[in-house]
């Protein structure tokens, strides 16, 4: 009989004690580890959220922890521009908390310092959670962010091969510099230096290059980026496999690629609508090195190609990038069309991009109209007009402190225009009465007090050049009513000064005209507000005025009372049991020469006033019509009963009141209009003659000279976009294509309606909406061009002129 040996015995007897321990909840003791199955084992979760409103030297965070059974500790660390440890010790049964931390920042920490803060629980049972860890800045600015957005962390490259590296940064301070750092077969540091003007985001591309003799293994790339501040920061890295050739046996990977969106767009994605001139951008990569990138489209699947393009490198790269500018061959919008996409490696392989199946990928979109462009260097679009002498479009950017110029020729930006701070208006200088635009613009500076002349024949880059400057006046107002002095007993007069901004903002031009030649030019306008006028116009009330700017210049740079106005006929009458007699003094803005426009008491009589009415609420629109013949004007604000006004150039002062211009809307019209509408208004346009106005409310209200209401369309609330015609001269305009309005709509396309039957007629397509202004023109050559703001740059759609209306 076999007898095992002891030791062996003793083995299994420990094995099977063991067992049993485990069978009957026995701990077992001789390495102190509990396995009982009954022990708590679910760790706690922790999160971390940063609290914002706070001032800029604080730094504040909320620390939420949760568990099962209860917590006993949380740790939390802050390094960087504050330094802090926190341990929080629990002594009852707490299973859900929410900590609020908040850290104070010395001033001499530059805004836009990064913080750094990690955070871990621990339950009673020992469980630890995870370590969140959020990164904050002083100075209420969000961090820097910095990473390598090509290639993708786990890519191959093969020894004597080059990979192109793209490194995005991000810094609230700007960016100064991006860099990168690199350890394991290829050990290299590079980084780039931007010139002002420095951008808050951008990007840089680099190329490392794998030796030939270089050993295989992980290629390790850093991205770093630093501030204009100094400050440096450091971004997640990325791992490359590097291989021999002698590995490699492959098929090039289309591993994303993008329709219509920017090239390093991180939501990268395939947008449903593209436009005829959009772009495809393609990345792949192979260890052998790509050869070759394209794309092709078609109309229907399988079918014959419309358009394609290939890009052909040297086959060094592994990983290779390339942006495409498409040249779709249709003109009927909208069309489907079918893209796909694909790479070639340096061993000839050609695939297309595939689908998680392994299908070859097919991407449906629909082609509309228009083309999208960003503004070359950023900042934000306040107008736009369209110049038909030079066929081009002119947009002020009003945070650049510049006008964009764009040719509709080459479909590109050329120089732009340097003008004054904060441009916002715009329009041209009027010719006659047929809407020739001379080549001077006007931009109204809305960051100072003065317009801007630009010639658009003067300036060596061709775009035009500010030659001048006019200096708007200084228009103060008061009030002057008699009240019983509480001392003596007997009536006194009490004057009320109310200082408004006398800074411009949208713009319009006029002029009187002998024989259709315009004279003398008028310019609308309404004025930015501050909270430092005087109350109750503090809570952003803005004014509506006009300027005789030919009178304005003149050789002694001083004016009479007819060279400017301010709009109070809209505010005539009396305001309860309460009668406040209107004087307004117009003051050069030299300082040194003044004139009374209104004047209080005078032969001729006064003008009592309802004061409350003579300010705007803000954003007050204006636009011109194309005759410069009448302007129209629009109240913001966010609220209804929003107030509509007319002015007509021709029209003059009262002969029994020299100081009354007859032109602006009389209180009765405008009253009218609200009881007609009570609307909150987003925007403002009028046809040709200005026979037609039309205010973007909730929906769109036409009206006559009068504020009378003509009609309504049925637009989508809260956009602003809406222009007619550039030949519509009314209700019964003839031919029927100029009897139509185009205006901007909630979703991707521009609506049509007719200005006589007030339906919709049509629409056209386009990739965004549109949420800023729509501007319609004719250019020489008889298309029709219509211009719209979205939040992806300015729309310019160039159509035949052959829209026309359903309507009888």
Not at 135 to 145: D, E, R, S, V, Y
Not at 481 to 499: H, K
Not at 505 to 516: D, N, P, S
Not at 744 to 756: Q, V, W
Request: charged share 15%; glycine share 10%.
């Amino acid at each position: 009989m076999y007898k095992a040996p002891f030791g062996v015995l003793r083995r299994g007897f420990v094995v099977a004690a063991v067992a049993a321990s485990v069978s009957f909840g026995i701990i077992a003791c001789n390495d102190n580890t509990s396995i009982d199955p009954l022990r708590d084992r679910i760790p706690p979760t922790l999160s971390l959220t940063p609290r914002t409103g706070l001032a800029d030297t604080v730094i504040g965070f909320n620390t939420e922890a949760k568990d099962n059974l209860g917590l006993k500790t949380i740790h939390v660390q802050a390094i960087g521009a504050v330094g802090a440890v926190f341990d929080t010790t629990f002594t009852s049964t707490v299973t859900d908390i929410q900590l609020p931390f908040t850290l104070f920042a010395s001033r001499t920490v530059p805004p836009g310092t990064p913080v750094t803060i990690t955070a871990q629980a621990m339950d009673g049972a020992g469980n630890t959670s995870g370590v969140d860890t959020l990164i904050m800045a002083t100075g209420n600015l969000p961090p820097p962010q910095v990473q390598v957005l090509s290639p993708f962390s786990g890519s191959s490259a093969v020894v004597g091969k080059s990979i192109l590296v793209t490194v995005m940064g991000k810094a609230a301070t700007k960016v100064m510099s991006l860099g990168l750092n690199s350890t394991g077969p290829v050990v290299r540091a590079d980084s780039v230096l931007f010139a002002s003007p420095l951008l808050d985001s951008t990007t840089m591309q680099d190329t490392i290059a794998i030796p030939a003799n270089a050993a295989p293994g992980t290629l390790t790339i850093t991205p770093f980026l630093r501030d204009s501040l100094g400050q440096r920061a450091v971004g997640p890295s990325i791992t490359i496999n590097v291989q021999t050739a002698a590995q490699i046996n492959s098929v090039p990977v289309v591993n994303q690629y993008c329709i219509g969106n920017s090239a390093y767009d991180n939501a990268c994605g395939h947008v449903r609508r593209v436009e005829v001139t959009d772009t495809v951008h393609v990345e792949a990569d192979d260890p052998s090195g790509i050869s070759q990138l394209g794309y092709e489209v078609r109309s229907t699947p399988g079918g014959p190609i419309d358009d394609s393009s290939t890009f052909v490198s040297n086959g060094q790269l592994t990983f290779q990038p390339h942006t495409f500018t498409m040249r779709l061959p249709y003109t009927n919008f909208p069309t489907t069309a079918y893209i796909q996409v694909f790479a070639r490696n340096s061993n000839g392989v050609r695939a297309y991009a595939k689908l998680a199946s392994g299908l070859d990928r097919v991407d449906t979109v629909t082609v509309v109209a228009g083309v999208t462009r960003s503004l070359p260097f950023g900042g934000q679009v306040a107008d736009a007009l369209y110049h038909p002498g030079k066929d081009r479009l002119y947009l002020t950017n009003i945070t650049k402190n510049r006008v964009e110029v764009f040719n509709l020729g080459d479909s590109s930006f050329k120089a732009p225009v340097i003008v004054g701070s904060r441009p916002w208006g715009i329009s041209a200088w009027p010719r006659d009465r047929n809407g020739t635009k001379g080549d001077t613009l006007l931009v109204a500076n809305s960051g100072g007090t003065q317009i801007s002349y630009i010639d658009l024949d003067a300036g060596a880059s061709g775009s035009g050049l500010e030659v001048f400057r006019y200096l708007l006046p200084n228009l103060i107002v008061s009030t002057i009513t008699t009240t019983t002095s509480a001392t003596s007993g007997l009536p006194i007069r009490v004057r009320t000064v109310y200082d408004f901004s006398d800074r411009p903002q949208f713009i319009g031009a006029t002029c009187h005209q002998v024989g259709g030649v315009c004279q003398d030019v008028i310019l609308t306008y309404s004025t930015t507000p501050t909270p430092g006028q005087t109350p109750p116009f503090d809570n952003l009330n803005g004014t509506l005025r006009w300027e005789n700017l030919t009178k304005g210049v003149t050789p002694a740079g001083h004016s009479d009372s007819t060279t400017s106005h301010f709009f109070f006929e809209q505010a005539i009458g009396q305001a309860g049991a309460r009668g406040d007699t209107l004087e307004i003094l117009r003051r050069d803005a030299d300082g040194v020469g003044q004139v009374i426009i209104v004047p209080a008491f005078s032969a001729l009589g006064s003008t009592v006033v309802r004061a409350q009415s003579l300010a705007f609420r803000d954003t007050t629109f204006v636009r011109s019509s194309g005759d410069f013949h009448r302007s129209v004007f629009g109240e913001g604000g966010s609220v209804i009963n929003s107030r509509a006004m007319m002015y007509d150039v021709e029209r003059g002062y009262d002969p029994t009141a020299w100081w009354i211009d007859l032109g602006v809307s009389p209180p009765v019209d405008v009253s009218d209009f609200i009881a007609n509408t009570s609307a909150r208004l987003f925007g403002v346009a009028i046809n040709f003659d200005g026979g037609l106005s039309a205010i973007r409310a909730d929906s769109t209200y036409v009206l006559n000279p009068a504020l009378r209401l003509m009609g309504i369309f049925n637009t989508t609330a809260s956009n602003a976009g809406l222009d007619f015609h550039p030949q519509n001269t009314g209700a019964n305009s003839f031919p029927l294509n100029t009897r139509l309005v185009f205006a901007a709509s909630s979703e991707p396309l521009i609506e049509i309606y007719d200005t006589n039957c007030y339906l919709r007629v049509g629409t056209i397509p386009i990739r965004d909406p549109i949420i800023g202004p729509v501007t319609a023109a004719l250019r020489p050559s008889g298309q029709l061009v219509l211009v719209g703001a979205t939040a992806k740059g300015v729309v310019i759609a160039q159509l035949p002129n052959t829209f026309t209306t359903t309507c009888p």
